[in-house]
């Protein structure tokens, strides 16, 4: 019995430090591309480019962050 | 927050709704100012053009240009004699990572340092001083009476609303923040929808112009208490246009370029229409009266699409980013 319960806690140990440390990656991962995402809707505006061509560029910062995250 | 925002709505909603029923019903007349351009050589050194202009201020002597790109304060005088330049591109004391606007308030300018997420304070020559962080990516500043220093920043638009307007004390603690943003889901409409023009008023108070779909001008005192809205009259149009927002076609209503202000008048520099049916900046400046009626247009003879307004002087940067200086009345 004392054996089953250690054999599970250590089962539920190892589990949660493989569920623990991909999620860490993973949430530096997605603020990088958040950041790099403001960077380059901050550059969008400040080219001063008219506002058919600023959507454009906010759109491909949109597209930009949509691959960042599913990248990772 | 919650009933901040609604109070906030409801006296502006108020004041806009008092402005309009007095405000616009009869037209006033309407005068217009050719400016001419003083052919001033701004060039440092080296260069007469700035890679990426983002702010023009000036105080009583010098005009400040701030180039993003470059990551570096330019002085010139208002002859436009070079003076000096300073910062470089880093995170200490003195570096910016895309600085984006400046104050200056008695012998100290007052910088956003935006990728660095703070406000630095420096003296007349650069030196550094101190400053603080901030918990966003800081935009344009004012800094008022009392060391209050206002700060805007365009918000993200991913958890919804947020302010988009906040006050810090010379220590950098938070006093208080207003302006909930506009948010829809959609971050490229509610980019444009959120793209705000701060300036300082001449009321210890700050203004807020929005670019498009809204003739309101938000105005808020130093203790973050929202004051009368100027409603702005018809005279100064909307320009409507279609943008591909989300695969679909959107209509936006555009209001300004860029704002300033300056002897109780805010000046909105108009868009302007450009030959492949898309909007751009414009070449007149509209100047507009605390109830809201242009009193004055001011012709440029360039496209422009930053300004600073000093007396009969207009400091601009022009489409090639060159500095330039109109003067009204000028030919």
């Not at chain 1, 997605?30 to 600023?54: G, L, P």
């Not at chain 2, 880093?90 to 007052?110: C, H, K, M, N, T």
Request: charged fraction near 30%; include cysteine; charge should be neutral.
């Amino acid at each position: 019995m004392k054996r089953a319960v250690a054999l599970a806690l250590a089962g539920l140990c190892l589990l949660s430090s493989f569920l623990f440390f991909p999620q860490a990656a993973q949430g530096r991962a997605a603020d990088e591309c958040y950041s790099n995402w403001n960077r380059c809707r901050v550059n969008a505006f400040n080219m001063d480019v008219s506002w058919y061509r600023m959507t454009l560029a906010l759109t491909v910062c949109d597209v930009g962050l949509g691959k960042c995250v599913l990248d990772f | 927050m919650m009933k901040k925002s609604i109070s906030l709505m409801a006296v502006g909603g108020l004041a806009l709704a008092l402005m309009a029923g007095r405000g616009t019903s009869g037209r006033r007349p309407v005068h217009r100012h050719p400016a001419g351009d003083l052919k001033l050589d701004f060039r440092t050194d080296d260069d007469a053009v700035f890679s990426r202009p983002v702010s023009i201020s000036h105080d009583r002597d010098v005009i400040y240009v701030i180039d993003a790109e470059e990551n570096e304060v330019r002085v010139f005088s208002k002859a436009g004699t070079f003076i000096r330049a300073f910062g470089r591109k880093g995170q200490g004391p003195g570096e910016f990572d895309s600085p984006a606007d400046l104050d200056v308030s008695g012998d100290r300018i007052y910088v956003t340092d935006r990728f660095n997420k703070r406000i630095q304070v420096l003296d007349r020559k650069g030196g550094y001083l101190g400053g603080f962080k901030v918990p966003f990516t800081p935009d344009q500043i004012c800094v008022l009476s009392g060391g209050r220093i206002i700060l805007s920043h365009l918000p993200l638009g991913i958890e919804g609303r947020e302010p988009m307007v906040h006050a810090f004390s010379e220590m950098g603690n938070l006093l208080w923040e207003q302006a909930n943003s506009y948010y829809s889901g959609d971050r490229v409409y509610d980019a444009f929808r959120n793209f705000v023009v701060m300036v300082k008023g001449d009321r210890e108070d700050i203004l807020i112009v929005h670019k498009s779909d809204e003739r309101g001008v938000f105005r808020f005192d130093k203790e973050g208490k929202s004051g009368v809205a100027i409603r702005v009259a018809d005279e100064f149009e909307f320009k409507r246009i279609s943008l591909p927002i989300k695969g679909s076609k959107r209509q936006v209503s555009g209001f300004c370029w860029d704002a300033t202000f300056d002897k109780g008048s805010l000046g909105l520099l108009a868009l302007d229409d450009t030959e492949e049916n898309d909007l751009g900046p414009g070449r007149e400046v509209f100047l507009v009266a605390p109830d809201g009626f242009v009193k004055d247009i001011i012709d440029l003879p360039a496209a422009v699409t930053r300004i600073d307004m000093d007396g009969d002087d207009l400091y601009a940067v022009d489409t090639e980013n060159r500095l330039r200086v109109f003067r009204r009345g000028q030919r």
